[in-house]
């Protein structure tokens, strides 16, 4: 009974837990919906064939569904027990092979949309290296704000329409996973990329890199020691990161044609084939869990003995502030667009103007049905934006307070973020129907995970930090510590990664509404403006250009915003802190932390030390 009250026991009774409610709420899919699942697998088998009574009845014979949703998962689990996952109810087929067939294709388009993802990481990472001093990260946050089946889109046309340089579907050689990857992984690496450049900065500022350099030691060595010094509470995202590549890649599967494990999972939504959803999603899963185990293990292995002997010491974030006349020109131009969208009709439909150019009478051009481009996008801002930033809102507040209770948390945190979101969707939109709020739920539930799994991985960073060693030696109350050290140093940075994920919560809404689970015609929302523009993307760029360049300027607007706000936060915690240290324990705590001798890597290297001049000498 100990081993079960254990942290690692806590966590897996959740995982248990979520994982069978999962399945269990997959497995009630067409009694949510309130369709009847002997129509749906008629038609996904024959479309020709008429629904009299005695066909119906023969499929619900054939399924066993007169006994009941209950009876159909006993049944089910029992075959799993087995290594049996059913047969799929509509190709009559078994469905492990298909399963397994899908999860091939996608985990080897995960492997090169990971690797290009890592390629546009470093391209990010390389300046901060080699500079030594960060950037605001506006650019960064519009390669994320990138809508992936818009790039899906824009690759087809390019790469494999006018040049002809790649395949444009199926899926046969490794030359047909170019296109895809490029898709998926340009957003992933700017995400990856600006969470390691956000902790640079001060890993590099920090004594012993002065130290380093001083002793002339090479700086592709500091930096791989640098590297390494900020990794370990990034590791988790980066799992994520790959597990996200690989069951949410719907949007792009479908745009290129993609046999991929999420693909397989709509079309067997779409058709109620219950055997081969639920095992396409205890698939993916699986996956989650193994990749959240893994990066668990990585992560503690780069930590080594410091977490476990509190010799850890935290580097301060020094948020890089852009030029404000950055944040102002995006500020300008989004209000002004949305502004002046506000004031022109967005349902307005004019069949002799359609899909004409930018011009006076139409700034940003029309679309298919001869509607205003800058007029719906200002009417759907409020609807995208104001969703987007209520979800992002909602995904912070879990994250901070699960990031405490990480023994219970991490195993629902690895089952949400490897449920794809379009499963999400399907299950949402199967009891309240496609909509906004339906959508909004759905990737609420899905899109705490990574926040949490970072919060998590500061809150016991900063519990084994040797500052709040000392103050636990002088006698701080733990609300003291919780208030004065442990929530400023968390909830800073992953506000910041919460701001990053805004643009990506909004596609994430956007891939809803491109897949008829979210938004629905004629509603302005942006994520419908992208999907209503695909069609029509090489005639008439500007109708999906206009949506995907505000998502881009609203995230790097986002970032340049947190920065300065992030800096206000911490200058006045500065103030704070430097007030509460003339005090007795402020005295005491530095006077101790001084005691500590720096005998361990740079990863222990307290940030108390008295700065030290050494310069690299002249050459």
């Given at each position: 009974m100990k081993a079960v009250w254990t942290p690692g026991g806590r966590a897996g009774i959740t995982r248990l837990g979520c994982l069978v409610a999962v399945l269990a709420t997959v497995g009630l899919l067409p009694w949510l919906s309130g369709r009847d699942p002997a129509l749906t697998v008629l038609r996904a088998r024959s479309a020709e064939q008429e629904a009299t009574p005695e066909a119906l009845d023969a499929i619900r014979a054939d399924l066993g569904l007169d006994a009941g949703p209950l009876s159909l998962l006993g049944n089910w689990a029992s075959g799993l027990l087995r290594g049996d996952l059913g047969t799929s109810w509509v190709s009559g087929t078994d469905v492990l092979p298909s399963v397994v067939a899908g999860l091939q294709v996608s985990l080897s388009l995960m492997g090169a949309a990971l690797g290009v993802g890592l390629l546009v990481a470093c391209a990010l990472v390389a300046p901060v290296l080699v500079r030594a001093r960060g950037s605001a990260g506006a650019f960064a946050a519009m390669?994320?704000?990138?809508?992936?089946?818009?790039?899906?889109?824009?690759?087809?046309?390019?790469?494999?329409?006018?040049?002809?340089?790649?395949?444009?579907?199926?899926?046969?050689?490794?030359?047909?996973?170019?296109?895809?990857?490029?898709?998926?992984?340009?957003?992933?690496?700017?995400?990856?990329?600006?969470?390691?450049?956000?902790?640079?900065?001060?890993?590099?500022?920090?004594?012993?890199?002065?130290?380093?350099?001083?002793?002339?030691?090479?700086?592709?060595?500091i930096s791989a020691a640098a590297l390494r010094r900020v990794l370990p509470p990034l590791v988790p995202q980066f799992g994520m990161v790959a597990v996200g590549l690989t069951g949410g890649a719907v949007a792009v599967e479908v745009v290129f044609a993609v046999p991929g494990i999420g693909r397989t999972a709509l079309g067997a939504a779409k058709s109620q084939d219950l055997p081969l959803l639920q095992g396409s999603v205890l698939a993916l899963l699986t996956l989650g869990l193994?990749?959240?185990?893994?990066?668990?293990?990585?992560?503690?292995?780069?930590?080594?003995?410091?977490?476990?002997?509190?010799?850890?010491?935290?580097?301060?974030?020094?948020?890089?502030?852009?030029?404000?006349?950055?944040?102002?020109?995006?500020?300008?131009?989004?209000?002004?667009?949305?502004?002046?969208?506000?004031?022109?009709?967005?349902?307005?439909?004019?069949?002799?103007?359609?899909?004409?150019?930018?011009?006076?009478?139409?700034?940003?051009?029309?679309?298919?049905?001869?509607?205003d481009v800058l007029a719906r996008l200002g009417?759907?801002?409020?609807?995208?934006?104001?969703?987007?930033?209520?979800?992002?809102?909602?995904g912070l507040i879990l994250a901070l307070a699960?990031?405490?209770?990480?023994?219970?948390?991490?195993?629902a945190a690895d089952i949400a973020n490897a449920l794809p979101p379009v499963i999400a969707g399907i299950l949402v939109a199967a009891v309240s129907g496609p909509g906004t709020g339906g959508a909004a739920f759905a990737v609420a539930v899905i899109s705490w995970p990574a926040l949490s799994a970072h919060a998590a991985a500061l809150v016991q960073e900063v519990r084994a930090s040797t500052f709040l060693h000392a103050q636990r030696a002088i006698g701080a109350t733990p609300w003291w510590i919780l208030t004065r050290h442990v929530l400023p140093s968390v909830a800073a940075p992953v506000s910041r990664h919460a701001l990053l994920r805004l643009p990506g919560i909004a596609?994430?809404?956007?891939?809803?509404?491109?897949?008829?689970?979210?938004?629905?015609?004629?509603?302005?929302?942006?994520?419908?403006?992208?999907?209503?523009?695909?069609?029509?993307v090489e005639r008439a760029p500007w109708a999906a250009l206009a949506p995907a360049v505000a998502l881009a300027m609203m995230a790097g607007l986002a970032v340049s915003l947190a920065a300065y706000a992030e800096g206000g936060a911490r200058g006045a915690g500065a103030?704070?802190?430097?007030?509460?240290?003339?005090?007795?324990?402020?005295?005491?705590?530095?006077?101790?932390?001084?005691?500590?001798?720096?005998?361990?890597p740079p990863m222990e290297l307290p940030n108390e030390s008295p700065k030290v001049s050494l310069k690299e000498p002249a050459r």
């Amino acid at each position: 009974m100990k081993a079960v009250w254990t942290p690692g026991g806590r966590a897996g009774i959740t995982r248990l837990g979520c994982l069978v409610a999962v399945l269990a709420t997959v497995g009630l899919l067409p009694w949510l919906s309130g369709r009847d699942p002997a129509l749906t697998v008629l038609r996904a088998r024959s479309a020709e064939q008429e629904a009299t009574p005695e066909a119906l009845d023969a499929i619900r014979a054939d399924l066993g569904l007169d006994a009941g949703p209950l009876s159909l998962l006993g049944n089910w689990a029992s075959g799993l027990l087995r290594g049996d996952l059913g047969t799929s109810w509509v190709s009559g087929t078994d469905v492990l092979p298909s399963v397994v067939a899908g999860l091939q294709v996608s985990l080897s388009l995960m492997g090169a949309a990971l690797g290009v993802g890592l390629l546009v990481a470093c391209a990010l990472v390389a300046p901060v290296l080699v500079r030594a001093r960060g950037s605001a990260g506006a650019f960064a946050a519009m390669i994320v704000a990138l809508p992936e089946f818009l790039l899906a889109t824009l690759a087809l046309l390019v790469g494999g329409v006018w040049l002809g340089w790649l395949p444009t579907s199926g899926w046969v050689g490794p030359q047909y996973m170019v296109l895809p990857a490029l898709a998926l992984g340009i957003p992933a690496g700017g995400l990856l990329g600006r969470l390691v450049a956000d902790a640079l900065p001060a890993v590099l500022d920090e004594r012993w890199v002065e130290l380093w350099r001083g002793a002339g030691v090479r700086q592709a060595r500091i930096s791989a020691a640098a590297l390494r010094r900020v990794l370990p509470p990034l590791v988790p995202q980066f799992g994520m990161v790959a597990v996200g590549l690989t069951g949410g890649a719907v949007a792009v599967e479908v745009v290129f044609a993609v046999p991929g494990i999420g693909r397989t999972a709509l079309g067997a939504a779409k058709s109620q084939d219950l055997p081969l959803l639920q095992g396409s999603v205890l698939a993916l899963l699986t996956l989650g869990l193994v990749a959240g185990a893994l990066a668990a293990l990585v992560r503690r292995q780069m930590l080594g003995p410091a977490l476990r002997d509190a010799g850890l010491t935290l580097p301060a974030v020094r948020p890089v502030r852009a030029h404000p006349a950055i944040p102002v020109a995006l500020g300008v131009v989004l209000l002004t667009c949305i502004g002046w969208g506000l004031l022109r009709d967005p349902y307005a439909v004019d069949t002799t103007a359609r899909l004409q150019a930018p011009s006076l009478a139409y700034p940003l051009g029309t679309d298919g049905l001869g509607r205003d481009v800058l007029a719906r996008l200002g009417h759907g801002a409020a609807s995208t934006v104001g969703t987007a930033a209520a979800v992002c809102l909602v995904g912070l507040i879990l994250a901070l307070a699960l990031g405490f209770v990480p023994s219970v948390a991490s195993g629902a945190a690895d089952i949400a973020n490897a449920l794809p979101p379009v499963i999400a969707g399907i299950l949402v939109a199967a009891v309240s129907g496609p909509g906004t709020g339906g959508a909004a739920f759905a990737v609420a539930v899905i899109s705490w995970p990574a926040l949490s799994a970072h919060a998590a991985a500061l809150v016991q960073e900063v519990r084994a930090s040797t500052f709040l060693h000392a103050q636990r030696a002088i006698g701080a109350t733990p609300w003291w510590i919780l208030t004065r050290h442990v929530l400023p140093s968390v909830a800073a940075p992953v506000s910041r990664h919460a701001l990053l994920r805004l643009p990506g919560i909004a596609l994430a809404l956007a891939s809803l509404g491109f897949l008829g689970l979210g938004a629905q015609p004629p509603a302005p929302e942006w994520g419908l403006l992208l999907d209503e523009s695909r069609a029509y993307v090489e005639r008439a760029p500007w109708a999906a250009l206009a949506p995907a360049v505000a998502l881009a300027m609203m995230a790097g607007l986002a970032v340049s915003l947190a920065a300065y706000a992030e800096g206000g936060a911490r200058g006045a915690g500065a103030a704070a802190s430097a007030g509460s240290a003339s005090g007795r324990r402020g005295r005491l705590a530095v006077a101790f932390a001084s005691l500590r001798s720096p005998k361990k890597p740079p990863m222990e290297l307290p940030n108390e030390s008295p700065k030290v001049s050494l310069k690299e000498p002249a050459r």
